[in-house]
């Protein structure tokens, strides 16, 4: 179906912890199409590290304002340059 920019192929896609050989749509440039179970478990690991970054950046500012404090400043009112 080249005049629509697709095509269809075999590729082989991990389920159930097994390696098995499908049907697969591609576009033009070979890049296979997800599926939906693909695109919603790339949407969670997705999420799953951005949680995990927001989580990491909370724990050093809390260290950081945790040292401020032990040096005498208060974090909510730091000098202005």
Request: aromatic share 6%; glycine share 4%; with cysteine.
């Amino acid at each position: 179906m080249s005049e629509i920019g697709l095509g269809v192929g075999r590729c082989q896609v991990m389920s159930d912890n097994e390696l098995q050989e499908q049907l697969a749509w591609f576009d033009e440039a070979d890049d296979r199409y997800l599926t939906s179970e693909e695109r919603a478990t790339l949407e969670q690991q997705r999420a799953d590290l951005q949680r995990q970054r927001a989580e990491n950046e909370r724990q050093r500012r809390e260290k950081l304002e945790a040292f401020l404090r032990s040096q005498g400043f208060d974090p909510d009112h730091l000098p202005e340059e």
